[in-house]
């Protein structure tokens, strides 16, 4: 990924639903001005779910993404019907289209009935106006205010009739931004701040992760000072120094060997466990860690990741936490691995997920990760998070973290979970 780019996880996800041949495809290419999707009156047209990143006035960088038709039939559709739910899992903004020379059905209801119930904002775009009267179009618009909070608009993907307005509902929509930083609102100008990057075999050559480079994007805009080094060259580079780092921020692999090599009085923590701040999910992964303390044998473990990408000799998430779980518990645990989308929806026999910081993620679909986890009551935690608990550090490694804010994790209700789920330093347990 270009440091130029914006990534897909900080982009505004738009998508497109509807039935087959309701104009999803068409209403999308109007809607960008671009041919993005394949057009044909053969219903079931779109298969799989079809991404289009771009620059979107007056929305600014986007992901849109057309999806198959809610009807769709037979056991492929069956399975295209279920990649389409799974693309509301990661949705932020949604467009309903509607065939408006044909009665709304079942399926459309019950869609407006989950954008509702998930909190996910959208409109109602009824295609093919271009051929409906007025008088249709109020029956219409009558039919469909008894599912009222969307605005419903009547367009044309052929003429191109209130694109430009179902452009504008949708950009009144837009996500308000919080202002979230990954370190910048607890780090001041002129702070030294050292970030520990392993090179090696899973590191991408010829570039930095996601969260590295928002890490670094951060810091130079709170006005403070960035090192980069790798953990072997760290007592070098703080010996460097004319005086002692404000914050050292590592790679969770490399925990072990950085907490040995570090000054206690030095704070430090992880990429993951500051997106998992910045994502709003950090209290719920920090009751997770405390699950590793209780595990038996043959208990199942999902180790989760939302990219995907190819796996290395000593991948961290499936040789590596494996390897520590089974060193820091003794015990025998199955443990199964996902990755990109393949996040299951059923947890039933599963003890404990342990997610990646989820870079690759929105904000939206990592929160419903979460609630996935919780909604059947297991426990999720972080990469971060069980490393530093396996190598005895949380408590060092969250302490950064405790003293500032999120939104979505507010204060008092970290600090009430590290009283229960953190021994105490004078304890000797860390």
């Known amino acids: 990924m270009a440091m130029a780019e914006t990534p897909s996880s900080e982009r505004i996800h738009i998508a497109f639903f509807g039935m087959r041949n309701a104009g999803k495809s068409s209403?999308?290419?109007?809607?960008t001005s671009q041919s993005v999707s394949l057009v044909s009156d053969?219903?079931?047209?779109?298969?799989?779910?079809?991404?289009?990143?771009?620059?979107?006035?007056?929305?600014?960088?986007?992901?849109?993404?057309?999806?198959?038709?809610?009807?769709?039939?037979?056991?492929?559709?069956?399975?295209?019907?279920?990649k389409t739910h799974e693309v509301l899992e990661g949705t932020d903004i949604a467009v309903l289209v509607l065939d408006a020379t044909k009665e709304p059905c079942q399926k459309d209801y019950e869609l407006i009935a989950t954008l509702q119930n998930k909190k996910i904002p959208f409109v109602i775009a009824c295609n093919k106006s271009d051929v409906l009267s007025a008088e249709v179009q109020q029956e219409l618009t009558a039919k469909l205010d008894t599912k009222p909070s969307a605005p419903i608009l009547f367009v044309s993907a052929k003429t191109n009739d209130g694109i430009t307005e179902l452009k504008n509902a949708v950009a009144a929509l837009k996500p308000q931004t919080t202002g979230n930083h990954l370190v910048a609102d607890f780090i001041h100008k002129g702070d030294v701040v050292v970030?520990?990057?392993?090179?090696?075999?899973?590191?991408?050559?010829?570039?930095?992760?996601?969260?590295?480079?928002?890490?670094?994007r951060d810091i130079l805009e709170a006005g403070a000072v960035?090192?980069?080094?790798?953990?072997?060259?760290?007592?070098?580079?703080?010996?460097?120094?004319?005086?002692?780092?404000?914050l050292v921020i590592t790679d969770s692999q490399a925990f072990h060997e950085v907490n040995?090599?570090?000054?206690?009085?030095?704070?430090?923590?992880?990429?993951?466990?500051?997106?998992?701040?910045?994502?709003?999910?950090?209290?719920?992964?920090?009751?997770?860690?405390a699950t590793l303390d209780s595990l038996n044998d043959g208990d199942r473990i999902i180790i989760s990741e939302g990219c995907t990408h190819h796996r290395q000799c000593g991948d961290i998430g499936t040789v590596k936490i494996p390897a520590l779980?089974?060193?820091?518990?003794?015990?025998?645990?199955?443990?199964?691995?996902?990755?990109?989308?393949?996040?299951?929806?059923?947890?039933?026999?599963?003890?404990?997920?342990?997610?990646?910081?989820?870079?690759?993620?929105?904000?939206?679909?990592?929160?419903?990760?979460?609630?996935?986890?919780?909604?059947?009551?297991?426990?999720?935690?972080?990469?971060?998070?069980?490393i530093a608990k396996m190598n005895g550090i949380l408590e060092r490694a969250l302490a950064v973290v405790s003293v500032s804010s999120k939104k979505t994790s507010p204060l008092p209700r970290l600090e009430a979970l590290q009283g229960r789920f953190l021994p105490a330093m004078s304890d000797g347990k860390i």
């Open 325 to 386: 779980i089974k060193k820091y518990t003794g015990k025998n645990l199955n443990c199964t691995f996902t990755s990109g989308g393949d996040f299951p929806r059923s947890l039933e026999g599963i003890r404990l997920v342990i997610h990646c910081g989820g870079c690759m993620l929105t904000e939206k679909e990592m929160a419903n990760r979460v609630a996935t986890c919780k909604a059947q009551d297991i426990l999720v935690t972080n990469y971060g998070m069980a």
């Open 27 to 31: 209403v999308m290419n109007a809607f």
């Open 195 to 216: 970030l520990v990057v392993p090179i090696d075999n899973a590191a991408p050559k010829g570039r930095l992760i996601l969260p590295q480079q928002m890490a670094l």
């Open 42 to 82: 053969i219903a079931g047209t779109t298969t799989d779910p079809v991404k289009k990143t771009m620059e979107l006035l007056p929305l600014g960088p986007v992901v849109l993404t057309d999806t198959a038709g809610l009807d769709d039939e037979g056991e492929l559709g069956t399975l295209r019907v279920q």
């Open 260 to 289: 040995a090599a570090l000054p206690q009085e030095i704070p430090l923590t992880s990429f993951s466990i500051l997106m998992s701040r910045y994502k709003g999910t950090l209290p719920s992964q920090l009751e997770g860690a």
């Open 226 to 246: 960035p090192l980069c080094c790798t953990p072997q060259n760290l007592v070098q580079a703080l010996e460097k120094l004319q005086e002692k780092p404000t």
